[in-house]
């Protein structure tokens, strides 16, 4: 299985600030990467595809990058609405697999 | 547009067998350029993948599952059922369907996902 392993586990920002979360791979994955955001009692929705595709609807402040092996989710500016967990997910192999998840809260 | 909603039992006992239906409105769930996939998440942790339909109706299911675990489709009624047997309280999650995009640019995300249904194991 490929694994996929997501830094840091949790992290505290302003609003206003510029937040990354990063995705390792544990092979090549191309950019079979993607991006979810959950919220508390809710199921995840889709942010980002192929490594870098904006989902329809999403704000313009997420963007994500990367190739291969490494990937990264940036928040252009963190909003309080995006006080969520964020997760990667691989589908280059079977099993798809995902990272532990980023908790991103307010400070 | 398309919805997915999963129903299940809520409370399983140790060693019976869970079963889920999603049920697919405002598309067929045998339409080309899509997959399902059941995903879980047991209390407090990260997503698990479990399985996936394919629109031609085979399955691929998780190596750690696989001896337990049979997804199938009704295309009549517009549904796939997961089938869990044997069940644990390990197995004790919130359980997901989500449509799987099956197109080269898509790259398998999951871009339409039910609200998720409890399932505890307890006796």
């Known amino acids: 299985d490929i694994q996929v392993t997501q830094s840091p586990s949790s992290l505290s920002a302003s609003v206003g600030d510029r937040v990354t979360i990063s995705c390792r791979a544990s092979?090549?994955?191309?950019?079979?990467l993607n991006w979810y955001q959950q919220k508390p009692g809710k199921a995840p929705d889709l942010l980002i595809y192929?490594?870098?595709s904006l989902q329809s609807g999403v704000p313009s402040r997420f963007s994500g990058s990367g190739s291969g092996t490494d990937f990264t989710l940036t928040i252009s500016r963190l909003q309080r609405e995006d006080i969520a967990t964020y997760s990667c997910?691989?589908?280059?192999?079977?099993?798809?697999?995902f990272g532990g998840g980023t908790t991103v809260e307010i400070k | 547009q398309l919805q997915v909603q999963e129903v299940g039992p809520g409370l399983v006992k140790p060693s019976e067998t869970l079963s889920l239906i999603c049920n697919v409105s405002?598309?067929?769930?045998?339409?080309?350029?899509?997959?399902w996939d059941w995903i879980r998440q047991p209390p407090g942790k990260g997503l698990e993948y479990i399985g996936t339909?394919?629109?031609?109706?085979?399955?691929y299911y998780s190596p750690s599952l696989w001896s337990r675990l049979t997804i199938s489709a009704d295309t009549s009624k517009n549904q796939m059922t997961l089938k869990l047997g044997s069940v644990t309280a390990a197995d004790t999650a919130v359980y997901y369907c989500?449509?799987?995009?099956?197109?080269?640019?898509?790259?398998?995300?999951?871009?339409?996902w039910g609200q998720g249904t409890t399932v505890s194991v307890s006796s």
């Open positions: 339909l394919y629109h031609d109706g085979s399955s």
């Open positions: 989500a449509r799987r995009l099956a197109t080269p640019l898509g790259a398998g995300a999951l871009d339409i």
């Open positions: 405002g598309g067929s769930i045998s339409s080309n350029g899509q997959y």
């Open positions: 997910h691989q589908t280059y192999s079977n099993p798809p697999t």
């Open positions: 092979h090549n994955i191309s950019t079979f």
């Open positions: 192929a490594a870098s």
